[in-house]
Structure formats: structure tokens, C-alpha cells
């Protein structure tokens, strides 16, 4: 199959379009001309200059493709107006679809996220048949919803095939923008405090989400939604496991929603002045105490997908992210990385020249 | 192919300097001066050796343009400069030319450009007696400066006017300097430098002292001469104009000479200015010398008190408060000079006039004084707090070596080995403490083994983390200067000398005023076929931080990866407290202390060897932005500190800007309006939103959820 990926240069979108490669599918990157290309580095893919935001560019890039994979969008807690979060990505969406099936594409993988779906208070697994609240949500899940819900309402037609797939806590190597997810853990080394905080989330490995957005293609049902994560954790534990995965002291501290927001609030203050991204934003504390826990019980049977431990997504992230230029050197002369770290490295030879 | 720098020399033994005083017009003793002081034979002497006739010779004179106001007495009188000129062009010597390069006020002062400031301070670009001269501009025409690698100024340029002259003549003014006592010829020179943002580069990017040690050693300056007619005296030093008769030139064919002279008369000890002292130890005097004239100290002088001097040198650790207050206390005249921001002018106008009378008002003393050391613990306080707590935000120290790498036989690096092997077998038999660390007392120094194996390919790490390397990547390394001394056939370094800078150690000395380790090393490096060693053995400590700091860092192939070991040999010097507080009576807690200290040092040092294995820099610390100062824009003028201050400070005069637009809107300003038939106008209510508020309602709103969510928690915690 030839699959175009919007956001190919990104940190999932450049490890679908390794994922497509290693299945002996050929692969068109949509990229846009500033564009970081250091993650496609070596990678046998064809580039198409466009922009999800132009959509005179898009039909020219999906001709002659099967698959189309929309995973471009913002990830930010940080700096990005909620109104243009969202309207850029319901209007990508959108442009998306008219031009695949204007270029006569078959099948259409959206890269969602998990958190459309909501989350508990309790210690609740949820799939995908709970709706998700979008009460004093962040807007960064607003868009997300807001871009699935459109999406789904313009294939309704049946012209594209649309499937959505909708990871978790996604982390990992070759994150080159260091998202979200990876700077949960790059913020945890940093913070003096080691502070850890309320609630839990589904840690996922970003090669096993690449893996599951093929598998979405080959098998996934038209209209269906399939959620695809990793193990289900508290935070405390998470950060248990980066200490001990990184020889760092803690956590030392717990934190609990007042002493989150006021801290982050804090910490936005701070970054005005120094200009660094701030270790976390009054956005993310807002799901400080919630549990973002899923189940890929339904991707697992329908697709064949696989998750990976939360430890080994870890392992897989920290091992690259410490040779990273995300962690600072005065960081990494703190770390004493363990055995698996080493192991992971010298099994997957990966390489560190970063 | 860029021209080198004409190297000429006049002969040791016939080097003289001339005081001359007296009533005669400035003119006159300029003259007589000149002629005692050997300038036509030194002159002479270097035409021969370039081998030029006398209308070829390219003779450049640096005055000192530090002016800000027009015959004001902090620079060169400028008919002294021309008289000058006139007299070596009576000599045959007219190829002559003015040069200087534009000095740190060009940072907030308009008008500094070279040409501009020679005009406005009275340079006629044509002498009394109608010979013309060029004023050069020693930012331009740059070109390699030829600085050895163990120079502090390696890879910087310099303009080729001063290079390619064939004779160069320091003319500075005799005047104080807050933080120097005295500011003459060795001040002076540093002017040619050619950056724009002096203080930033030349000051705080590189040490001034290395600075100027390097510029002299790299180009010869062949005349000095001083102008003492009028001089400037008193605690304010460069930043006012306070002048005093003291009726004399001095001059001589040796710069240091001339500023010794210069320093005696103002019955000041030589050494008293921190450039000067490093120039005189460094390089020194020559070993005869003549001075010519009476060095008894000039009537009425007044120098800098020691209490100006010292807060003054304090102060001036943080580029932001010398910045600060070398544009906010400088006495200006602003209709030559405007200010090229409000800020700058305004303070100005506010402060400059307290201090007029330093001398004479002890509450504008003490308030200087004071003002001084707040802002010198200001930037005590932060280093500390990066020191302890945040280093990627300090600044990496590019030195010079504090030793000559010549200096060195093939018998001392050779005797480094065998001067360590022994600290081995006593390890050997050292059972490790409580964490794993073999350490023991030898002569008040702490000898100690750490060693781990890196489970990676030996080949590969060897490959990729240089052992010449390895000491500079022990841990708090936060700069230095290093030259290969000898290769091998591999062209690996085998010899070297090294100069490290490590931050205070144990990290929390910074609380009690512990210095930065600053060391000199050889170091002998062995390449074996399973093993690469490298040892090294402390020469010089600069600030004497260190009695012992020697050592062997081992790369071995093991079956498990590579073995790393270092073994080394330390006495740090401690500040006044421990020296008082002496723990030595207290040895669990000492012993505790010393191996905690030790084990973290090195398990980072560790670190940093593998940081380098996954080809990252282990190196702590930002390096200075070598562009600062170089653009246009006023923003590129201020230090990076200013900048995100002033973001802040724009930030929050929006929001009170909005806040009090939207006062004035709530207090009867109509929204929209539409006029119907009848012309009645219909006002609708002003629907328009306001950032400020919002965002504090929505900062207060989230807070109060958070809140209740965590009361809510405890609640249902607290039910059965």
C-alpha cells in the first residue's frame, strides 16, 4: 500500500511512517518546508511539501495513496490560545477528509487521544464507550474531541473509510520537539523536589502506538474507534520508576490539586522571566487527582495490537532521552542509569548520536 | 591569506622612562619628554629592523578616548595627541594615524562611534601645523589575532591597523579608577580590542587580567607615554571629570615601566591595579632599566579609598550592575552624548548628581559604598543559588594557562606517572568505607579509588570519549584552557597542560565564600592496546584553592565493558569558617562528610564519561553569547538579564494598562451606537472582554476548584 502521514516528522507521526516501512508499505511524508526532518533522517520515504492548514496543498500529496494517516496536530499544555487550538484542529481535520476523498484515498487512520474519552476521579478503567466530559476540560482535549467528532460527522458519507485511533501516554525515543509526554519525564528530573502528584495515566510505547496505527489500516472497522495504550499506573509509581531507571533520588514529595495549581501557576510566572518552557502549566493541573486509565482490551482482539509495560516504554524513552539534549548535562551528571538502560541500548543498538 | 602581525622588538638594557614636571606649557615637556624617553631611538631602532624608510613607517597612536565631555580630563588631551604628531612628522614620520576602537559606553550612549567621539572631543583631524591625520577605527579591518591556544584571547581577532603597524604608541590619560586604583596604559591597551560590548567580552567573557597579559605578550607596544599635565583624581576615577595640575608627561620606550612610574607618583603601590599586577608578574619588568626624573607623589592627590576600590570590585563580578552602574553614575555632557534609552537617561539624571562629591560628602560615600555591596550580594546570592541548585544557567570561564607549556621538560611529564603509581599500591591495601569508596589521609591531603564498570563496548567507548578529555569532564568542571604539549605517531596527544576551573567543592562551600578550584596540570597520556591511562599533577593554583590536585583516570577493557577508575590525590583549600570551625575535631564527621562529598563527585564524574560515550557534552554550564553587543538594535545593547526583565515589565504595564482602560470604560464610556431615523442615537452596552480581569478571575476561579477538590478528597478520606 503507499500511505501519506500528515505529521510525518513528528514524534508518533515518524514512528508510523518506521512502522509502515518495516511492513513493506511506501510511504509519502507530508512535511512542511521549515520543517525539523532530523527523526526522517536515513528513512526510504518520498517528501510532499503541504500544510494541513492549506488545503490546496493536500489532494496533490494523497494522489495515488491508499492510506492516508492524519496524525499531524499541537500537543501543548503551553503558549497556544485554546480558540486557535481548537479551530486549527477541526479545520485540519476537515481539509483532510475533502481532499482524500477528493484523491480518491480508500481508508483514512485519525490519530486522536485517549483523553476523549474522559477521565475518573477513582480508580476506574475506561474504554471506549465512555463518553468523555468536556466540562472544565483543557483545551487541548477540546480540540481533540472537537477533531474526532468532526471527523466522523464528514465520513459519514462512507467516501473515505475513516478510523480513529486514540493513544495514551505516549513516550519514547527520536522526540526531537520533546512532546508532552516524554517532558513529563525530562520535568520530573529537573523538578529540585522530585515532586509527584495525585491520580494515574496509561503509559504507552510510542513503537507500539506506531504499530497499532498499521494495524488500524489493515484491520480496523470503518467508524470504529480503538484506544491504544500501554499499563495503567498511578503517578507515584510512574515516578518511582524513572527514579529507579535513572539512579535519581525520590519522589520526595505528593502534591494535591491546590498546591499543583498554585505550584504551576508559579512555575508560568517563572518562565516569563527566563523564557524556558515551564515545568508544568496551570492546564495540566487541572487533571492533577484524575485517573486517565484505559483499557485496549477492544484494539487488542479487533486489531492484534500489543502494549509494552509502562517500565519498558520507560526504559525505551529514558534511554534516549538521556543522551538527549532535553536533559540538561548538569541533569545527566546526576543520572546513573541502570543495567536495562544499558541493555535496551546494546539489544536495540540504538544509535545516540543525537 | 591573512598577513601576520609585524613582530618587532626594541633591545632589553636600554629601555627608559622619563618624568618630566614642571611649569613649561604641556607642549614643551611633551617634547623633552619624548626625547628622554628614547622615543626617535626606538623608532629607529624598529624602522632598521623592518627595514623601512622614514615616510613608510606606519606609526599608530592610541589615545584614550574614554571622553564624555568636550576637554574634560578622563582621556588623552587631544593638541597633545597632534602636538605629537607634528613632532614625528618634523622627524620624517608622516605616515601617522589615530586609532581606537569604540569602548563599552557606545552601549547606551550615542555619538561613540571612533570618528564621531574624535571629532566632538576636539581631534581636528589636522594638526596646528597643517598635517593631516587619519583617525582609524580598531573595530574594523579585523583579522586573526594570532593568540596561542593557552591564551585566554585564542580565535580572537584584531584589527590589522594595529597588527600591521610598524609602530605602535600607547598615549594614555593619568587619572584613578574605581576599581583598578588607577587606570593608565595597561587600561588603555585594552582599548584596541575591537568588540563593541567591552565589559561583556573582555571583562566578564574572558578575564580582564588574562586579557590584557595576552595582549601584551601578542603585540608589542613600542612607546608609552602619559599625559599627567592635567590629571584626573579622586573616588569617582573615569566616571567624572576631576581634574588636578599635576604639569607632567611621562614617557618611555616600556609600557609596564611608564604605568609603574605613573602609579609611584600618585604615591601608589604598582601593584595596586589588578591588570597591573598581572602584567608585572606574569611579564615583569625588564631586569635594568633607566627612569629619568623625580617619582616623589603629586601635592593634593586624592586616590580611591579602599572602601570604594574594594565594593567597586565587588560589584563588578556581575555584568548587570557594572553595566547598571557605569551608565547610571557616569557625569555626561548629553547634548554630545544623548542616551540611547530613556531608562539609562533618566536614572542618570537622578543618581550622577548625588555623587558629584564623592570626596567631600561621606553620606554620598557610604551610599555609594552601600549601594556597592548590595548589589555585589545580590550577585553573591545567585551564583550561590546556580551554584547549588541550578548551573546550566552559569556562565563557562574561558582562561588562559596560568603556565608556559615550554616550560615543562620531557623528565616532568615522564615523573607525573611515577609520582602517582605509588598512591595505587596504598590503595591497594585500603578496605572500601560504607559507600564502596578506598580513601585515606596522606599529609592533610585525602587519597582515595572509584571505580565502574560502564557496560558498554570497550572499543567503541574508547572510540568516542577522549582520555586527553577526561579531566576536564570531572564533574563541576565550569571551564579552562588546554595545549598539547606532544603527539604521538597517531597524532593522539601524549603530553599536555591543562588549566581547570571547578565550582566550589563540596557545592555548599559557595555558602561560606568557597573559591572556585582553579588548577594548573601536566598531564602524561598512555595508549595502550586494552587500556588508556592519563595522569596529572597540579603545577599552579591561581587563587591557591588547591595544595594537591593529582590524579590517574583509567579506561580498561573488561569482560563486563569497560573498567573506569580514578584515583587521585586532593587538599582543597577551605574558606575562613572551616579554617576556624575546625573539623578535624569531629572525625566520624568529617569521615562522613569526606566520603559523601567524594562518592557524589565522582559518580557523576562517572557520569559525565558516559554523557560523552552517548555524544553529548557533559559539560556544565552556558557559554557567553560571543555576537553580544555586535548588532544595532538597542535591545542588542542590554544584557540578556534586562531583556527578559524588560518582557516581564512590558507584560505587566499591559495588563495595568488594560485594568485602568477598563476602569475608564465601567465608569460611563458607551459600547457600540446606531443612529435611527429620527437621529436618536441608540447606545448598546460595551460587550468587549478584558484580558486582565479574565485571567485573574480565571486564575481565581481554577484555584478555588482546585481548593474544593482537595477538601472534597478530604472528606471522603475521612469517612468510614
Same mark, same amino acid.
Request: hydrophobic share 40%.
Given at each position: ?354 | ?62 589615545p584614550d578616548l574614554e571622553l564624555f565631555d568636550c576637554g574634560a580630563t578622563t582621556g588623552t588631551d587631544p ?21 581606537d576602537?569604540e569602548g563599552a559606553s557606545g552601549q547606551w550612549l550615542e555619538n561613540r562611534e571612533v570618528m564621531v567621539l574624535a571629532d566632538l572631543c576636539g581631534y581636528q583631524f589636522?594638526?596646528?601645523? !597643517? =598635517?593631516?591625520?587619519?583617525v582609524? %577605527?580598531?573595530?574594523?579591518? #579585523?583579522?586573526? /589575532?594570532?593568540? $596561542?591556544?593557552? &591564551?585566554? @584571547? ?84 573615569t566616571l567624572r571629570s ?9 614617557? !618611555? =620606550?616600556?609600557?609596564?615601566?611608564? %604605568?609603574?612610574?605613573?602609579? #609611584?607618583?600618585? /604615591?601608589?603601590? $604598582?601593584?595596586? &591595579?589588578? @591588570? ?50 557605569e551608565a547610571?553614575l557616569l557625569q555626561v555632557n548629553t547634548s554630545l552624548f544623548p542616551f540611547k534609552n530613556i531608562?539609562d537617561g533618566?536614572?542618570n539624571n537622578?543618581?550622577s548628581p ?367
Open positions: 500500500m503507499r500511505a501519506l502521514v500528515t505529521g510525518a516528522n513528528g514524534f508518533i507521526g515518524s514512528h508510523v511512517v518506521q512502522a509502515l516501512l518495516a511492513k513493506g508499505h511506501s510511504v509519502r511524508a507530508l512535511i512542511r518546508p521549515t520543517s525539523d526532518l532530523r527523526s526522517l533522517e536515513g528513512l526510504n520515504v518520498e517528501m510532499a511539501i503541504g500544510d494541513i492548514q492549506q488545503p490546496a496543498t493536500l489532494t496533490a500529496a494523497m494522489e495515488g495513496c491508499e492510506w492516508v494517516f492524519h496524525v499531524a496536530g499541537v500537543f501543548s499544555y503551553w503558549r497556544q490560545p485554546p480558540e486557535q487550538l481548537i479551530g486549527e484542529a477541526k479545520e485540519g481535520v476537515k481539509h483532510v477528509i475533502t481532499a482524500a476523498k477528493a484523491a480518491g484515498v480508500c481508508r483514512m487512520v485519525l490519530t486522536s487521544s485517549s483523553v476523549v474519552f474522559g477521565s475518573t476521579g477513582q480508580q476506574r478503567i475506561l474504554d471506549e464507550a465512555h463518553p468523555g466530559s468536556i466540562e472544565s476540560a483543557p483545551a487541548y482535549v477540546l480540540a481533540k474531541k472537537g477533531q474526532v467528532d468532526a471527523a466522523f460527522e464528514m465520513a459519514k458519507d462512507g467516501i473515505v473509510e475513516l478510523v480513529s485511533v486514540h493513544p495514551t501516554v505516549v513516550v519514547g525515543g527520536h522526540d526531537y520537539g520533546l512532546t508532552e509526554s516524554n517532558h513529563h519525564i525530562v520535568s520530573y528530573l529537573q523538578d529540585l523536589f522530585k515532586t509527584s502528584w495525585i491520580g494515574g495515566c496509561n503509559i504507552a510505547s510510542v513503537q507500539d502506538v506506531a504499530e497499532g496505527h498499521v494495524l488500524a489500516a489493515e484491520n480496523g472497522r470503518s467508524g470504529e474507534r480503538y484506544l491504544l495504550g500501554g499499563e495503567n499506573l498511578e503517578w507515584q509509581a510512574i515516578h518511582q520508576l524513572i527514579s529507579s531507571l535513572t539512579g535519581m533520588p525520590g519522589p520526595y514529595l505528593k502534591v494535591y490539586h491546590t498546591a499543583a495549581y498554585l505550584a504551576s501557576a508559579l512555575q508560568e510566572a517563572l518562565s516569563l522571566l527566563t523564557n524556558d518552557r515551564p515545568i508544568s502549566t496551570r492546564e495540566q493541573a487541572k487533571m492533577v487527582g484524575n485517573y486517565y486509565w484505559y483499557s485496549h482490551q477492544k484494539a487488542a482482539e479487533e486489531l492484534g495490537y500489543v502494549g509494552r509495560p509502562a517500565k519498558a516504554a520507560l526504559i525505551e524513552a529514558i534511554s534516549w532521552l538521556a543522551a538527549s539534549e532535553h536533559v540538561s548535562p548538569s541533569i545527566r551528571s546526576q543520572m546513573e542509569l541502570s543495567p536495562e538502560i544499558y541493555a535496551h541500548r546494546q539489544s536495540f543498538g540504538m544509535s545516540l548520536k543525537n | 591569506m591573512a598577513k601576520r602581525a609585524l613582530k618587532t622588538q626594541t633591545i632589553p638594557g636600554t629601555v627608559s622612562c622619563s618624568i618630566k614636571t614642571g611649569r613649561e606649557p604641556a607642549v614643551q615637556l611633551l617634547q623633552a619628554a619624548l626625547q628622554e624617553g628614547g622615543l626617535w631611538e626606538a623608532l629607529e631602532l624598529v624602522r632598521g629592523q623592518c627595514c623601512v624608510e622614514r615616510p613608510d613607517m606606519a606609526i599608530l597612536i592610541k593638541r597633545l595627541v597632534e602636538h605629537l604628531i607634528d613632532l614625528l612628522h618634523e622627524q620624517g614620520y608622516t605616515k601617522v594615524a589615530v586609532a576602537a589636522c594638526t596646528p601645523n !597643517g =598635517n593631516e591625520y587619519e582609524l %577605527d580598531l573595530g574594523e579591518s #579585523l583579522m586573526d /589575532g594570532g593568540f $596561542p591556544e593557552g &591564551s585566554a @584571547l585564542r580565535n580572537s581577532e584584531v584589527s590589522s591597523h594595529w597588527l600591521q603597524a610598524h609602530f605602535r604608541i600607547v598615549f594614555s590619560k593619568n587619572k584613578t579608577d574605581q576599581a583598578q586604583c588607577f587606570a593608565l596604559g595597561l587600561n588603555n591597551l585594552l582599548g584596541i580590542l575591537p568588540l563593541r560590548a567591552k565589559t561583556y567580552h573582555y571583562h566578564h567573557r574572558l578575564p580582564q587580567n588574562e586579557v590584557v597579559v595576552g595582549l601584551l605578550e601578542r603585540t608589542e607596544v613600542h612607546f608609552a607615554i602619559i599625559d599627567a599635565y592635567w590629571s584626573n583624581h579622586g573616588s569617582q576615577g576631576n581634574p588636578i595640575a599635576t604639569h607632567t608627561i611621562i614617557a !618611555g =620606550n616600556h609600557l609596564l615601566l611608564a %604605568d609603574w612610574a605613573a602609579a #609611584l607618583k600618585m /604615591g601608589l603601590d $604598582p601593584y595596586a &591595579s589588578q @591588570l597591573n599586577a598581572a602584567a608585572l608578574r606574569k611579564i615583569g619588568l625588564p631586569k635594568s632599566y633607566q627612569l629619568y626624573g623625580d617619582l616623589s607623589p603629586y601635592p593634593g592627590w586624592k586616590n580611591v579609598p579602599i572602601h570604594v576600590r574594594e565594593s567597586t570590585r565587588k560589584r563588578n563580578e556581575s555584568l548587570l550592575s557594572q553595566r547598571l552602574a547610571w531608562l533618566q536614572i537622578l543618581l548625588l555623587t558629584t562629591d564623592l570626596d567631600d560628602h561621606p553620606m554620598a560615600f557610604w551610599g555609594m559604598v552601600t549601594l556597592n555591596y548590595l548589589l555585589a550580594g545580590a550577585q553573591h546570592f545567585q551564583e550561590t543559588w546556580q551554584i547549588l541548585y541550578d548551573k546550566d544557567r552559569l556562565y563557562r570561564k574561558a582562561v588562559a594557562l596560568n603556565v608556559n607549556p615550554n616550560s615543562f621538560s620531557t623528565e616532568d611529564f615522564e615523573e607525573v606517572e611515577s609520582y602517582i603509581l605509588p598512591f595505587c599500591n596504598i590503595l591497594k591495601h585500603t578496605p572500601p568505607d560504607r559507600n564502596g569508596l578506598c580513601w585515606r589521609y596522606l599529609d592533610d591531603s585525602v587519597l582515595f579509588e572509584y571505580s565502574k564498570i560502564i557496560p558498554v563496548p570497550y572499543s567503541d567507548f574508547v572510540e568516542r570519549v577522549d582520555i586527553s578529555r577526561a579531566v576536564e569532564m570531572m564533574y563541576d568542571n565550569i571551564g579552562g584552557a588546554r595545549q598539547a604539549v606532544k603527539h604521538d605517531g597517531k597524532q593522539r596527544t601524549i603530553y599536555q597542560v591543562e588549566r581547570d576551573i571547578y565550582l566550589p567543592q563540596p557545592n555548599w562551600m559557595a555558602l561560606f565564600g568557597g573559591e572556585y578550584i582553579d588548577v594548573d596540570k601536566i598531564e602524561v597520556i598512555r595508549y595502550g592496546f586494552s587500556q588508556q591511562q592519563i595522569f596529572w599533577r597540579t603545577v599552579h593554583s591561581a587563587n591557591n584553592s588547591a595544595t594537591f590536585d593529582d590524579g590517574m583516570v583509567t579506561f580498561a577493557k573488561d569482560p563486563g565493558g569497560v573498567r573506569v577508575s580514578i584515583v587521585a590525590r586532593q587538599k582543597f583549600a577551605l574558606p575562613l569558617f572551616w579554617q576556624v570551625f575546625n573539623i578535624d575535631y569531629l572525625p566520624k564527621v568529617k569521615d562522613a562528610l569526606v566520603s559523601d562529598s567524594y562518592i557524589r563527585f565522582f559518580s557523576r564524574t562517572m557520569a559525565n564519561f558516559e554523557a560523552s560515550y552517548e555524544g553529548r557534552s557533559p559539560l556544565v554550564g552556558k557559554a557567553f553569547d560571543m555576537a553580544f553587543g555586535e548588532g544595532h538594535g538597542p535591545s542588542s545593547m542590554l544584557p540578556p538579564e534586562i531583556d527578559k526583565l524588560k518582557g516581564l515589565l512590558n507584560m505587566l504595564s499591559g495588563l495595568v494598562e488594560k485594568l485602568v482602560n477598563s476602569s475608564r470604560q465601567a465608569s460611563g464610556q458607551p459600547g457600540s451606537w446606531q443612529q435611527d431615523d429620527l437621529g436618536y442615537r441608540h447606545f448598546s452596552p460595551s460587550t468587549e472582554s478584558n484580558p486582565a480581569t479574565d485571567a485573574l478571575r480565571q486564575l481565581f476561579g481554577e484555584l478555588a476548584t482546585a481548593a474544593k477538590k482537595d477538601i472534597n478528597l478530604l472528606n471522603n478520606q475521612n469517612q468510614p
